[in-house]
């Protein structure tokens, strides 16, 4: 039998080996419970939630490239075309740190090519802001493309001389050669000529080495007339010839800021103004079915819109989730956009151009 005394010595010596081997225990039994609990709750997560399973089908769709954005980063404008899609509703403008942000993450998702549009692009902080992003997706971004669609009435040389460098494609909208009518459209600041400013921007391009594009909506007013001479004169390296479109919310339905019912012609009266200036090669025609889905659109908040329907469905901004959920409510359809000649040549590097 052994002494209290021999009792005590054994208890003495055995009691850091036990408390060893608790701790160890403790140790193994931390890990499995964690282990254990983990796939536990990727057990319950997978089987139950319907926004999951919804989330891991969009996840092994192909994600889709946003190769070519239109960023109309204001609403606001200077002219009145009667027939305006992207109208004056609020009159926002992002911090030009998150506007940068946001093109990051559009850079990061693929995008090669950014064209700035508005309301008139020209017209926010006197065109130092729309610089200002020029410079930056030039040579911060490195894009490949970078451009603009303008009114060109508030163009000025001093900002082809600063930012003209980083710039590869302007492009003026022009839907006719007759002040009258362009009066009539809206097309114009009080009885400032818009054709003026056209001509002096298309000298400024050849000066500084811009492309130049031009743009036409073919509506009620200008479907009869013949263009091509001064489109040949002008001698863009691109015109898009667009059919008068109506969007619920802009110009048409409840709520808008325009009625273009009016300006509105048919698809054959579209096809015998394309019919009578099929001799200017660089002319490129957009139906209302081209238009509606295969653009990109990003508003003043940068959420793309979905044109399908007919109106303007907006999706969450980009800044606040991402580009890849954004852009799974764009409408976007790659094979129209590719369809629609979208992809050409975009990079003032890559073209052989008389300036
Ligand atoms: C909304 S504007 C913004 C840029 C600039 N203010 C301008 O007019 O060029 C962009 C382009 O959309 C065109 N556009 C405007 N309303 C349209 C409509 N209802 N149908 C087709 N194109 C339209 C314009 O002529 C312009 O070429
Ligand atoms: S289409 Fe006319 S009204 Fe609309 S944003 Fe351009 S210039 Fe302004």
């Given amino acids: 039998m052994f002494s209290t005394q021999a009792v005590f010595w054994v208890q003495l010596c055995m009691s850091p080996l036990q408390l060893i081997y608790a701790a160890v225990r403790t140790l193994i ?4 419970s964690q282990v254990h609990g983990a796939s536990k709750l990727r057990s319950t997560r ?4 319907a926004t999951d399973k919804l989330m891991q089908k969009k996840l092994t769709q192909p994600a889709t490239t946003p190769s070519s954005v239109n960023y ?6 200077n002219y009145k075309c009667g027939f305006c899609f992207h109208t004056a509703k609020t009159s926002f403008v992002l911090p030009i740190e998150e506007a940068k942000r946001g093109l990051k993450l559009l850079k990061q998702s693929g995008m090669e090519k950014i064209n700035f549009s508005g309301g008139e692009p020209f017209i926010h902080k006197s065109g130092e802001f729309l610089g200002k992003l020029v410079q930056y997706c030039k040579e911060d971004l490195q894009l490949p493309s970078v451009s603009i669609v303008s009114n060109g009435s508030m163009v000025r ?3 082809f001389k600063k930012y003209g460098e980083y710039l590869d494609i302007l492009a003026i909208s022009c839907d006719s050669f007759d002040e009258d009518t362009n009066q009539t459209i809206g097309r114009a600041q009080g009885t400032k000529s818009h054709l003026d400013n056209l001509s002096k921007v298309r000298e400024w391009c050849r000066e500084y080495k811009v492309a130049f594009k031009i743009n036409s909506v073919i ?3 200008n479907v009869e007339e013949d263009m091509r001479d001064r489109i040949t004169e002008l001698n863009p390296v691109r015109w898009k010839v667009f059919q008068c479109l109506l969007i619920d919310g802009e110009n048409a339905g409840e709520d808008s800021l ?6 509105v012609i048919s698809e054959e009266q579209f096809q015998e103004f394309l019919e009578r200036h099929s001799s200017i090669s660089c002319l490129v025609p957009e139906s209302n079915q081209k238009m509606r889905d295969s653009y990109l659109i990003l508003d003043e908040y940068m959420r793309f819109l979905d044109c399908r329907q007919g109106r303007k469905d907006p999706s969450k901004s ?5 580009v890849q959920e954004a852009i799974q409510f764009s409408g976007f359809d790659e094979k129209m956009f590719l369809k629609r000649g979208g992809k050409y040549v975009w990079s003032k590097a890559d073209m052989r151009l008389e300036w």
Avoid: M, P, Y
């Fill in 29 to 32: 039994d931390v890990i499995c």
């Fill in 46 to 49: 997978k089987g139950n939630s």
């Fill in 72 to 77: 109309h980063f204001t609403r606001q404008c």
């Fill in 157 to 159: 040389e001093k900002w």
């Fill in 219 to 221: 509506n009620t007013f």
């Fill in 258 to 263: 325009r009625e273009a019912e009016r300006f």
């Fill in 318 to 322: 980009i800044l606040d989730v991402g």
